[in-house]
């Protein structure tokens, strides 16, 4: 075997956050963690190395997490976000004038490569991430970490690209506002 | 002379919109590039809209900076 068992058990509670974070049910994040682990454990011989083996489970993870996505369509469309709809439109509503110019430029985030280095700044970004109203979260992660694109997306949820890009928008700015306020800015 | 600026309902209708977008528009519209491409004379007006705003420039960075750390997200 290419990989040692417990390194896979060692993975699993950041595999069952990354699920939750996606399918917003624990219940459904623990069988798509346990059903990755199983395609894991019974072919072994799938993993040659080619990349990290974390990169080679996720990336089998995310393929569940589609399967997951797809069949509970239905019942992950009939609940209605408000809450957070509202939230999203107040929050952009604050951050420019009414005649659409913005209210202050954020300062610089100086050098990326520096700030990827450190392992507590992706602890910041997800808990940025968690905090995500639910419906634009789950359309971010489809974005960025499932990677669909715009189609994808739009057949997955049901809904036109303008209103995809709309949404993505919204996360993408509420992440900022976030890591503005708990990590560029929190350095003084 | 500016063109006056209707409620924007959708980013692909161009030719009613003011003729250099507010930042409101422009931080929508980068936000948009990063998932399918600018017709041509948008991104030219985003561009600029740029050349004269920290804001949105520095917004555009952030953009790149967050794909950029999404990308490394749960990889070693």
Known sequence: MAFDPRQLEIL????????????????LAEDAVSETMLAVLEHPDRFQEQSSFKTYVIGILKHKLLDQLRRGKREVQLSI????????????????????????AAPSWGNPDETLERKEFF???QLCIDKLPAKTGRIFMMREWLELDTDAICKELDITAANAWVLLHRARTRLKECLQLTWFGAKA | MLMQCLPSLSFTFMPYKRLIPHCRDTQQLLSQAQDSNLPPLTRARVRIHLWTCTACTRFSQQLAFMRQAMQRLGKD
């Open chain 1, 123 to 125: 602890d910041i970004l």
């Open chain 1, 12 to 27: 699993r509670p950041q595999l069952v956050r990354f699920a939750a974070l996606q399918l917003r049910n624990d219940a």
């Open chain 1, 81 to 104: 976000d408000e809450d957070g709809d509202r939230s999203d439109a107040d929050m952009m509503d604050a951050l420019f004038t009414p005649a659409g110019h913005a209210l202050e």
